[in-house]
């Protein structure tokens, strides 16, 4: 067992650092107070490779590993978890979605360009009645022969207004439940697909999310994903794999806010010494450590299991389950911390506790982690 990263892996690490602090950290406040995220820090995170990341360079992607993924994750997500997401879901769900499970001519058409940041993805599952139980699918799309008809309402969509390419979930066949499920790929402006309004959010707030309305979205066949019936496992099978960016980026708001945390606690003063020699402090950068290097372990694992072609149903839950549960306590701690200025948005420990939450829910809330966890402690 060997638990330091290679060169490879610190340069990857380092390069991401340092993108997040000269390109993500000016202008994080103000992003989360408008709500936007420029096209132009989407473009430059493409020039790097994070668009695409463990996509094969002969799709356009960076042909790294997850280890990589993860740790690009944890310095992004220290800054700013609306990059993050963004990262995550085209990387995860999306570019992940289309290369092992795509045809050739799916992937030459749209993974060529997802993977470089030409294009964005987004992963659309969730509906107003189908959130946690996903296989209760209201959308629906009805097979007329050469192409099928696309009905419904997805909810929370993830770079939904400003996507490109849309994976979609639908039921093609009521009655035969999850193998009646299809996944397929929508373009942009396809007539009848409508994105509502961007949705306030209470975090990561630059990161856009819609409501899609689809209104008889004729989509070609060949725009299928998989074989008939493969929908429901193809959702599955993609967000085990999404389930390690979460918690990579939970790791990242955790750590993100304990270096802010212990920082301050080095400059500020109060009866006559830096707030890290009370104990009271001291103890509580002592847990945030520790928790966070555990949550850090388990990402790694993750991340690895998906490195070794190991089955990483399990880990991802567990990395996601830990890792969110630790950036929404860290994080308040954080707070807690800076005091009255924890409270004051210039200090960004308010934006990364309010960021921390949504780990805690999308992509699986930690409920469903603990259904995929205990049923695989009971079967196994
Ligand atoms: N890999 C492959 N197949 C899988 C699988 C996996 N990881 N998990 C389940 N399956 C298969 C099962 O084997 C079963 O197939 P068979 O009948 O052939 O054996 C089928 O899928 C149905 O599985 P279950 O009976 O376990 O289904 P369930 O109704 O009990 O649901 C669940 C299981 C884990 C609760 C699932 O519904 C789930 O994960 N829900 C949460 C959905 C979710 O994560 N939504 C997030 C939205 S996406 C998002 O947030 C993106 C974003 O924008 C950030």
Not at 159 to 180: F, P, S
Not at 286 to 311: P, S
Not at 319 to 324: E, F, I, N, T
Request: proline content about 2%.
């Amino acid at each position: 067992m060997d638990f330091s990263l290679t060169e490879e892996h610190i340069m990857i690490r380092d390069a991401a650092r340092d993108f997040a602090q000269t390109e993500l950290l000016p202008g994080v406040i103000e992003r989360d107070n408008t709500q936007t995220f420029p096209k132009e820090l989407v473009r430059k995170m493409g020039d790097l490779g994070f668009m695409g990341i463990m996509v094969d360079p002969k799709y356009g992607g960076s042909g790294m590993d997850a280890i990589s993924y993860v740790l690009i994750m944890e310095e992004l997500s220290k800054i700013d978890a609306s990059a993050s997401v963004m990262v995550s879901v085209n990387n995860s769900l999306v570019c992940y979605g289309l290369e092992a499970f795509g045809t050739e001519e799916q992937k030459q058409k749209y993974l060529t360009k997802v993977a470089t940041g030409e294009q964005i993805g987004a992963f659309c599952l969730s509906e107003p009645e189908a959130g946690s139980d996903a296989t209760s699918q209201k959308t629906t799309a009805i097979d007329k022969g050469d192409h099928y008809v696309i009905n419904g309402t997805k909810n929370w969509i993830t770079n939904g207004g400003r996507a490109d390419v849309y994976l979609v979930i639908a039921q093609t066949d009521k009655e035969k439940g999850h193998k009646g499920i299809n996944a397929f790929i929508v373009e942009k402006g396809t007539p009848g697909f409508d994105i509502g309004p961007k949705e306030d959010k209470l975090g990561i707030r630059g990161s856009d999310t819609h409501t899609l309305q689809f209104n008889d979205v004729k989509v070609p066949k060949e725009n299928r994903i998989g074989e008939d019936g493969f929908g429901f496992k193809f959702a599955m099978k993609t967000l085990s794999g999404g389930r390690i960016g979460i918690a990579s980026q939970a790791l990242g708001i955790a750590a993100g806010a304990y270096e802010l945390a212990l920082k301050y606690s080095k400059e500020r003063k109060a009866f006559g010494t830096e707030i890290c020699n009370h104990q009271a402090i001291a103890f509580k950068l002592a847990d945030m450590h520790t928790e966070i290097e555990a949550a850090r372990m388990l990402v790694m694992k993750a991340a690895w299991d998906k490195d070794q072609g190991n089955n990483y149903d399990m880990s991802s839950a567990m990395a996601k389950l830990y890792a969110s549960k630790v950036a929404m306590e860290q994080t308040v701690e954080a707070v807690q911390i800076h005091g009255g200025n924890g409270f004051v948005k210039e200090y960004h420990v308010e934006r990364l506790m309010r960021d921390a939450k949504i780990t805690q829910i999308y992509e699986g809330t930690s409920e469903i982690q603990k259904i995929v966890i205990s049923r695989g402690v009971i079967r196994d």
